[in-house]
Structure formats: C-alpha cells, structure tokens
C-alpha cells in the first residue's frame, strides 16, 4: 500500500508559487523578514540614472554622478530609493563601496516588491 510522504501536498498552488520565485533573478534575494539585498553592477559617469539591464548576476545602474569620493555610490541609493518608492534612510550599501561590483541592502520591502519596481523601471 502507498502512502504519501509525509508534508507533500499534491495542489498546484505550490507549483504556481515555485514558477513566480522562480522567475526573479538571483541577483535580488531576501535576507532577512523584510530585508532583501540587490547586487548592483554601478556604471557611473552616465548622463543620467537609470537601470539598464536585469540578469542573475547583477542589476546594471548607470549613475549620473562621477565616482570620485563617494558621489556616485550615494547618487546610486538615492536613485535606487526613488525607483523603489521608500525613503533613503531604508536603503544602505552593504559592500563594493569602492568597487562597481556592489551589495545594496533594502529594508522594509518584500524580493517581489524590490524586483516590481525594478523591472518597472528597467521598461
């Protein structure tokens, strides 16, 4: 006689929720309960801010400010802010201060809300 295993569901909810997580890259991941962290690849120098591209490895962010003694890593978490709809007290950067490679951390947002806007923007 078969049994089903212990805790296996046979719904489609699940299956539906797998495919909507699936379909966020894994450049944007949950941290804690409701702190995500974004890897960000910055390309400051740009005429204006703006996301350019969205893959597993980072989120591409031109910056509009040059990247000499911090202007552009704070023109990016202003700007990361503003697209996301939060104050930029919630928004701080995590590591790469000094590299193009960066860990930007949002507080207060869900991976799907994070990933939202972002994609919203990036259009």
Partial sequence: MNR???GASSGKPEAVATAEKSRIPGCIRSLADSTVAITV??????KLSAITDTDDGAVGVQIDAPAREGEANAALLEYIAEVLGIK???VSLGSGSRSREKLVTVEGLTVDKVYEA???AST
């Fill in 41 to 46: 690849h910055a390309k400051p120098g740009s």
């Fill in 118 to 120: 972002i994609r919203r």
């Fill in 88 to 90: 930029r007290r919630q």
């Fill in 4 to 6: 089903p295993s212990k």
